[in-house]
């Protein structure tokens, strides 16, 4: 079992939020990820949101050919 407290998890969330406007993206901005269902999934997301990118996730269980439906239709 693994805790984290509310303040930490801001923290993390505002720290990948910056990160990911360091790296160019921004408020409408579709970010894409295929991850496993994690606590970094969930701050990825939450960093996302905190920006106002659109989250999209894709399944790892997802096959290659459908990546490219999967982020038009996003």
């Known amino acids: 079992e693994y805790d984290i407290s509310f303040a930490k998890f801001t923290d993390d969330v505002a720290s990948l939020a910056d990160g990911v406007k360091r790296a160019g993206l921004g408020a409408g901005d579709i970010v894409g990820a295929m991850m496993v269902?994690?606590?970094?999934?969930?701050?990825?997301?939450?960093?996302?949101?905190w920006i106002g990118a659109v989250?999209?996730?894709?399944h790892v269980s997802s096959f290659v050919v459908y990546f490219k439906s999967i982020l038009i239709l996003s």
């Open 55 to 58: 989250w999209a996730p894709m």
């Open 37 to 49: 269902n994690s606590e970094e999934m969930v701050k990825c997301w939450f960093a996302s949101m």
